[in-house]
């Protein structure tokens, strides 16, 4: 016949409980922390990949009007391909 326990390890029965729950309660919390980190490092990012297309469309823009200008001055002689000099009549 089995003999029953007559007392039981509460103790034992505590730690083991406590050995089997606390890796996967660890690894919840440190992968949210990591998750966390990681979505607030891809937000910066994307700010400021934003940013620096801005700043292209902005230089697009400027070197558009600045093309315009070199043309005109170099149509009237006195642009950077004449050196800045006034063409002779």
């Not at 729950?21 to 937000?43: D, M, N, W």
Request: proline share 4%; hydrophobic share 40%.
């Amino acid at each position: 016949m089995v003999e029953r326990a007559v007392g039981i390890d509460w103790g034992g029965t505590v730690l083991f409980l406590v050995w089997l729950v606390l890796p996967p309660v660890y690894v919840v919390v440190i992968g949210r922390h990591y998750a966390r980190k990681c979505q607030e490092s891809t937000e910066a990012a994307i700010r400021v990949r934003d940013e620096l297309h801005e700043i292209q469309d902005h230089l697009g823009e400027f070197e558009e009007v600045l093309s315009a200008h070199l043309r005109k001055l170099n149509a009237r002689g006195s642009g950077p391909d004449n050196h800045g000099r006034t063409p002779r009549s």
